[in-house]
């Protein structure tokens, strides 16, 4: 029974997130989220409660994505400035690919309209970014002017104002090489010996999952 509950409760919220990320919150309904889901409005109502909670439960999901991310490439051997790049490229694939993380950011975006208090964004990352920032300093990869507690609010500001052009004029399709070209414009300034098309060779391959 409870692993009946818990398939419904991912079909739905899949379903819900489709729907938002297409159509938007206010164009959205229980209705609509039912037919595409094959589950009745009784049983979105007895999972989720409202759309309001709904919608905040796919935000959740969008959150929920990144810590074990993060962890991963903090793990792999290899120097912090290459995996903070190589992080760049993971979060950009699945701003393009997963349609929870591309909802849930559709979601916040639209938060003014959805009553209910959604998580704030970006401090987490202004915080994974600088401790990246500072392991670099340590292994002295950081460019002497380079500052990690200055520099990061401004690279994760950089960094999701990118997306936002890609979204608005290719729907993300070439996110990939804008975001090689925003490196090719930072990393001369951050890398102590600048070499930024060698470390964009490694950093644009995805990580094994097993390292």
Not at 12 to 20: D, G
Not at 75 to 91: H, I, M, N, Q
Not at 167 to 186: H, K, P, Q, S
């Given at each position: 029974?409870?692993?009946?509950?818990e398939?419904?409760?991912k079909?739905v919220l899949?379903?819900?997130?489709?729907l938002?990320?297409?159509?938007?919150?206010?164009?959205?309904s229980?209705s609509?989220?039912?037919?595409r889901?094959?589950?009745t409005?009784?049983a979105i109502?007895?999972?989720?409660?409202?759309?309001?909670?709904?919608?905040l439960?796919v935000?959740?999901?969008?959150?929920a994505?990144?810590p074990a991310m993060?962890a991963h490439?903090?793990?792999?051997?290899?120097?912090?400035?290459a995996?903070?790049?190589?992080?760049s490229?993971?979060?950009?694939?699945a701003?393009?690919d997963?349609?929870?993380?591309?909802?849930?950011?559709?979601?916040?975006?639209e938060?003014?309209?959805?009553?209910v208090e959604?998580?704030?964004p970006?401090?987490?990352?202004?915080?994974t970014v600088e401790?990246?920032?500072?392991?670099?300093?340590?292994?002295g990869?950081l460019?002497p002017?380079?500052?990690p507690?200055?520099?990061?609010?401004?690279?994760v500001?950089a960094?999701?104002?990118?997306?936002?052009?890609?979204?608005?004029?290719d729907?993300?399709?070439?996110?990939?090489?804008?975001l090689a070209?925003?490196?090719?414009?930072l990393l001369?300034?951050?890398?102590a010996?600048?070499?930024?098309?060698?470390?964009?060779?490694?950093?644009?391959?995805?990580?094994?999952?097993?390292a």
């Amino acid at each position: 029974m409870q692993d009946r509950a818990e398939e419904t409760r991912k079909v739905v919220l899949k379903a819900a997130a489709h729907l938002f990320f297409e159509q938007g919150y206010a164009a959205t309904s229980i209705s609509d989220i039912s037919e595409r889901s094959g589950r009745t409005s009784g049983a979105i109502y007895f999972h989720y409660t409202n759309k309001e909670h709904l919608a905040l439960a796919v935000v959740n999901a969008h959150f929920a994505t990144w810590p074990a991310m993060i962890a991963h490439h903090e793990a792999a051997s290899e120097p912090a400035l290459a995996k903070l790049v190589r992080l760049s490229f993971t979060v950009a694939r699945a701003f393009r690919d997963d349609v929870l993380v591309r909802a849930g950011a559709r979601l916040w975006a639209e938060r003014r309209s959805i009553a209910v208090e959604m998580p704030p964004p970006f401090v987490d990352w202004i915080a994974t970014v600088e401790g990246m920032l500072d392991r670099a300093c340590a292994e002295g990869d950081l460019a002497p002017h380079a500052e990690p507690s200055r520099d990061a609010p401004t690279l994760v500001a950089a960094f999701f104002g990118l997306h936002t052009v890609s979204d608005a004029l290719d729907d993300r399709v070439l996110i990939e090489d804008r975001l090689a070209n925003f490196w090719l414009l930072l990393l001369p300034g951050l890398q102590a010996d600048p070499a930024p098309q060698a470390l964009l060779a490694r950093a644009r391959r995805p990580l094994p999952a097993n390292a």
